[in-house]
């Protein structure tokens, strides 16, 4: 164990390990929970040496979440549908009673199609060690798994978990990474053609929007580490969800996303249509103007009402009541600001996690509309797989499940990063004007990341 930090609460740790081998356990799943010191989590997880690495923060909460390690994983490189899920998470949940615990992961964008290695077109984690801060409190979770496991050699794993765990390190200062390269898929006049497929009056008629995205892959000169990238850019968008998931030290996916999919406490459930976009204004009487013309502009009330439309009539089969706001709000970020308008309902009882992952991944906000004409262009023309990205991003409990839409996003690899950005096609998309809006989507964590 390294230095002294976390001793005290070490100590209390193995005695409640050592204490399992003393009393039977009745539940597959068992969760030991101390209290642990205050830290910045994202500063600690990026010194950890044990993978996978996890990190979420929820929009507007206060209360982040670090894990490392995994004692039960749930990974599928091959198609897997969402029945299947359904029961697989079923048959989990009904390991134990307990209410705490979550698995963290995520849902690829098109799970029909290949994914990135690691992360599979569904992956989720019930992590070995959790730390987790509400507030000023910080607990340490550690959670075991005896369904398959011997009990020495569970509790053994857990002990050597807990002795890998390094002391929080100031993040590395981020220093600006010089470009070698940058090339976007689709390029400029491949997307100009897409817009123009998707805008020909035939086709709009039956497919009225089709979100259409680009991978930028730039090479750089030197690795970042995206803890400290990720710390960075939370820094810039507190209202967003922040997040990041590293299964190996090739690869990590972290966001800084401003879109819920859904939250759903008990049958409460919250979500919203976040589509139709402006930037933001060099000074407040600029930001209001260009507020305003958002507000007024016929293509991205289009956008917007279209995602409204359809997440209200997807809710309706499997709900007692769903509400949504009749007029967009402003929803501003660092360089852009969107259309939001939220949605409320009441879940029919029973209705789970997976019903509602199916109801509502991908939202016309990031595929279209109808979801399967629109997955199909995107699927056959959008000429690369977005694994992850615009994927459902987040954790399942039992009692609360949150997830986010994991736009405005990166995939960093050794001297190259990943980026991605979409624009939601509509009837009155201009190919240039949709180009730029990506170049304002990416304008955040750009700045971050590289010296002009
Ligand atoms: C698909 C993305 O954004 C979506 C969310 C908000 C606004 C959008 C728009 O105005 O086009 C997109 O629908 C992305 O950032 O990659
Ligand atoms: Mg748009």
Redesign the pocket.
């Known amino acids: 164990m390294t230095g002294h930090f976390f001793s005290s609460q070490f100590s209390e740790l193995i005695a409640k390990l050592e204490q399992l081998r003393l009393v039977p356990i009745c539940d597959p799943i068992v969760q030991l929970s101390v209290e642990g010191p205050a830290l910045p989590l994202i500063s600690w997880l990026s010194a950890q040496t044990l993978y996978p690495k996890i990190y979420w923060h929820g929009r507007d909460r206060d209360e982040d979440i670090a894990a490392i390690g995994s004692c039960k994983s749930f990974y599928f490189a091959d198609q897997v549908d969402d029945n299947a899920l359904a029961n697989i998470y079923q048959q989990q949940r009904n390991k134990t009673n307990h209410q705490d615990i979550r698995y963290y992961g995520g849902l690829a964008f098109d799970r029909s199609v290949e994914c990135w290695p690691e992360f599979g077109r569904a992956h989720f984690i019930l992590p070995r060690i959790e730390l987790r801060r509400n507030g000023n409190k910080v607990r340490i979770l550690v959670n075991l798994n005896f369904e398959n496991n011997d009990l020495e050699d569970e509790i053994q794993a857990a002990l050597n978990a807990i002795a890998t765990i390094q002391k929080p390190q100031p993040l590395s200062p981020l220093n600006k990474l010089s470009l070698i390269s940058r090339s976007d898929l689709p390029n400029y006049s491949r997307w100009k053609e897409l817009v123009e497929q998707v805008t020909q009056a035939n086709f709009i008629q039956s497919t009225p929007k089709v979100?259409l995205?680009r991978h930028s892959q730039i090479d750089v000169d030197d690795n970042i580490d995206p803890w400290a990238v990720l710390a960075c850019w939370q820094g810039r968008n507190p209202n967003s969800f922040q997040f990041g998931f590293q299964f190996s030290p090739e690869r990590a996916f972290i966001s800084c996303s401003p879109?819920r999919l859904y939250l759903r406490r008990q049958q409460e459930l919250f979500t919203e249509a976040?589509?139709?976009?402006t930037v933001r204004g060099l000074n407040p009487d600029e930001d209001n103007i260009l507020a305003q013309a958002l507000l007024d502009d016929c293509k991205n009330s289009h956008?917007n009402q279209l995602v409204r439309k359809h997440i209200v009539d997807a809710l309706t089969p499997l709900s007692q009541y769903v509400g949504a706001d009749e007029q967009p709000k402003i929803f501003k970020l660092n360089h852009i600001q969107?259309l939001h308008r939220s949605i409320r309902a009441q879940l029919n009882p029973g209705v789970s996690d997976f019903e509602l992952l199916r109801a509502l991944h991908p939202t016309p906000?990031?595929g279209g509309l109808p979801r399967h004409a629109a997955l199909n262009f995107i699927r056959q023309r959008e000429g690369y797989a977005r694994g992850w990205y615009?994927g459902a991003c987040g954790y399942l409990n039992h009692h609360e499940s949150e997830f986010s839409v994991a736009?405005?996003s990166a995939l960093i690899e050794p001297r190259r990063i990943n980026l991605?950005?979409?624009?939601?096609i509509v009837a009155g998309s201009n190919p240039e004007e949709e180009w730029q809006?990506l170049e304002n989507?990416l304008a955040t964590v750009l700045s971050i990341l590289i010296d002009f």
């Open positions: 979100v995205s879109e976040l589509a139709g976009t956008e969107h906000a990031v615009a736009i405005r991605f950005a979409g624009a939601g809006e989507k």
